[in-house]
């Protein structure tokens, strides 16, 4: 568990100051709010979030270490297909659920009130990746084990889903310009940051769209990739006071507070 931690601790913090520098280094847009005030507010949920996450892993190794957690229980164990087919598979299926409760974030009132913390953010880069409320975190950890007992997720799929999305999570938020023949092959195989930006652009039609995280094909599949119409560089909520989403303590009592409006699934579907 402590290794496993170090290693997401590892790529989280590499991921962070690569990103970072490539931003500064060749940004897609200025930063149209204080980077500094909304850096504190985003990696202190961090910290929060990364503190549950490691003590949730102690508690699921502790669990498999007593022979209490069904790992054989889903087909991908009873098949035993090998390594090198099983894992992409994993990988892939782990990224339709993680898309599956994306789009149910969306689609729930009371799931939005949590997930529009990530939506408030007023800019967009690396940080907005880890700018998530510690229920959300909850919930999709909640999501995720069901889908892994199901399933019968490897413990080493589901690490190296994890760390995929990590890494896949800062690249897809980072503020950064990607060359055009790249950028066109990525709209085809892994989410790129200029599909991302669509999805976090105030419209609703836009933040009702481009719910993946690592591969495309989900949103082509079932009809949620959308192509940028308008200026995205434009982001947040406009129901959110733009005050309370650059606060630390605004965003972690923003889902308690009078209800705002739902999601915009709720009420365009």
Not at 99 to 117: D, E, I
Request: aromatic share 10%.
């Amino acid at each position: 568990v402590v290794t496993q931690n170090l290693l997401r601790s590892a790529f989280f913090f590499a991921g962070l100051f690569t990103l970072l520098s490539w931003e500064l280094a060749a940004p897609h847009h200025s930063p149209t709010v204080p980077r500094l005030r909304r850096w504190a507010a985003n990696l202190g949920l961090a910290a929060i979030n990364g503190g549950v996450v490691a003590g949730l892993c102690a508690a699921c190794y502790a669990i498999a270490v007593a022979g209490a957690l069904p790992w054989r229980a889903g087909p991908l164990e009873l098949l035993g297909p090998p390594l090198w087919v099983r894992l992409p598979v994993e990988i892939a299926l782990l990224d339709l659920v993680v898309y599956g409760l994306h789009r149910a974030y969306h689609r729930a009132p009371w799931l939005w009130r949590f997930h529009q913390v990530h939506h408030s953010d007023l800019d967009l880069d690396v940080t907005s990746a880890s700018r998530f409320h510690l229920g959300e975190v909850l919930v999709s950890a909640g999501g995720k084990f069901t889908a892994v007992m199901l399933l019968g997720i490897s413990p080493l799929g589901l690490v190296a889903f994890e760390t995929v999305m990590l890494l896949a999570a800062q690249f897809q938020h980072a503020n950064v310009r990607v060359r055009p023949a790249v950028e066109r092959l990525l709209w085809w195989t892994f989410v790129p940051p200029a599909m991302h930006r669509v999805h976090h652009h105030p419209a609703r039609a836009d933040t009702d769209s481009n719910f993946g995280t690592l591969l495309v094909c989900w949103d082509r599949l079932f009809g949620t990739l959308r192509r940028a119409e308008r200026d995205t560089a434009a982001f947040g909520l406009p129901e959110i006071d733009r005050a309370r989403a650059l606060r630390f303590g605004g965003l972690l009592v923003m889902p308690f507070r009078r209800a705002d409006p739902p999601g915009p699934s709720a009420t365009a579907r």
